[in-house]
């Protein structure tokens, strides 16, 4: 998917329920393991990843609350622990498709009720609304998207998201700099975008090429962390950097 999570399915909004934590609820599922029979014209790759997806537990745990990919609990996760949403908080979602993140962004910064903050996400993708969100299908590299979003805004951002992925090639350095590409675009403008103090938070592949991103949002960020949330399957390079208390 360029640009966009893969998915858990999609399903009804929680957006009316709280939204727990996510720690310690996936071992329940467990136990049980749906084996995919072989079927003509189906790939042993698309298989293993069909299989994998009726197995996994965060897939389950998505469809039972509603949320449209088990990206949401990275989400759920990182801000459990860097605690960077909060009631009236203006939020961009770059590669927000199919909208796991943004569900969870409007939960938390109460987007749609009094003093509650904003959410505006994008995607290359379709994808369908969510209510109390603004949400764009548009390519994020196209030159009119940033413009676009800053309208969306209306002025700065607290918190820029980017779970972006270009689709994959199966060439692991050719991936990580596609990815590197994307995350470096995202930063660029999440400079322009986000309000001091402000948190950017962004999906990287380690590979040994994001020195020279982090070191441009060490400079302009008073924290930098990594993390690996929970959610993030162990075989995935992907790590998360999280930019904290942007200078300005």
């Known amino acids: 998917m360029s640009q966009g999570k893969r998915g858990g399915g999609k399903g009804a909004s929680p957006q009316n329920k ?13 136990g049980l393991t749906v084996r995919v029979k072989t079927s003509e014209g189906r790939t042993v790759g698309s298989q293993r990843w069909l299989q994998r997806q009726l197995n996994d537990p965060y897939v389950l745990r998505a469809r039972a609350e509603g949320f449209r990919s088990r990206a949401a609990f990275k989400l759920i996760e990182l801000d459990d622990r860097f605690h ?7 939020v ?3 590669g927000a498709a199919p909208g796991g993140w943004t569900q969870i962004a409007v939960d ?22 969510i209510a109390h969100a603004t ?6 590299l196209d030159p009119k998207a940033p413009d676009a979003l800053k309208q969306a805004l209306g002025g700065p951002a607290d918190v820029v998201l ?44 380690q590979g040994g090429t994001e020195g020279g991103l982090l070191k441009l949002i060490k400079a302009r960020c ?11 399957r162990k075989e995935s390079a992907e790590v998360y950097v999280i930019g904290i208390d942007f200078k300005g």
């Open 162 to 205: 980017s779970d972006m992925a270009a689709p994959a090639t199966g060439h692991g350095a050719t991936d990580h700099i596609r990815i590197m590409a994307l995350a470096e675009t995202a930063w660029m403008f999440a400079e322009e975008v986000l309000a001091p103090g402000g948190t950017f938070v962004c999906k990287v592949f």
């Open 108 to 129: 938390r910064v109460k987007a749609g009720l009094p003093g509650g903050g904003a959410v505006i996400g994008i995607d290359i993708n379709e994808w369908e609304p």
């Open 135 to 140: 949400c764009m299908t548009l390519d994020f």
């Open 84 to 90: 960077f949403l909060g009631k009236g908080k203006k």
């Open 92 to 94: 961009v979602d770059l």
């Open 18 to 30: 709280k939204i727990k934590g996510a720690s310690g609820r996936t071992g329940g599922m467990r």
């Open 222 to 232: 008073g924290t930098v962390r990594h993390a690996k949330p929970p959610a993030s």
